[in-house]
């Protein structure tokens, strides 16, 4: 199972940006799917975004697309997640997760989660 450790949560105004980070013990990964999930008070957890370790293509939910961007370094074992124009509706914990189901491009069947970081975002 892969370890995931996410970093880089913190509180910033609207309209700022951040990047979140999320390091991966599992030195094979090529047949991974890896992204972002959050969860915000009261909320159902919901997907976020999503690349395919090995070609890097990535997905996104509608409500961040063109606002955040997902990344990863295959040498480094590491993905990141920049968040730019963050909205107050944007906060929320949110987990590095990885599937290796195929097309599990939502991580609806991920089956290794980080701890997860507080992202908040104020007014």
């Known amino acids: 199972q892969v370890q995931l450790v996410e970093s880089g949560g913190r509180l910033v105004q609207a309209g700022n940006s951040l990047r979140l980070s999320c390091a991966a013990s599992?030195?094979?990964?090529?047949?991974?799917?890896m992204g972002w999930l959050r969860q915000a008070p009261g909320k159902e957890r919901e997907f976020v975004a999503a690349?395919?370790?090995?070609?890097?293509?990535?997905y996104y939910t509608n409500s961040v697309k063109g606002r955040f961007t997902i990344s990863r370094d295959n040498a480094k074992n590491t993905m990141w997640l920049q968040m730019s124009r963050l909205q107050p509706e944007d906060t929320a914990v949110y987990y590095c997760?990885?599937?290796?189901?195929?097309?599990?491009?939502?991580?609806?069947?991920?089956?290794?989660w980080g701890q997860g970081t507080q992202v908040t975002v104020s007014l």
């Open positions: 997760a990885s599937s290796n189901v195929h097309l599990d491009y939502e991580l609806k069947y991920a089956n290794s």
């Open positions: 690349i395919a370790w090995s070609s890097g293509s990535t």
């Open positions: 599992e030195h094979t990964l090529t047949n991974y799917i």
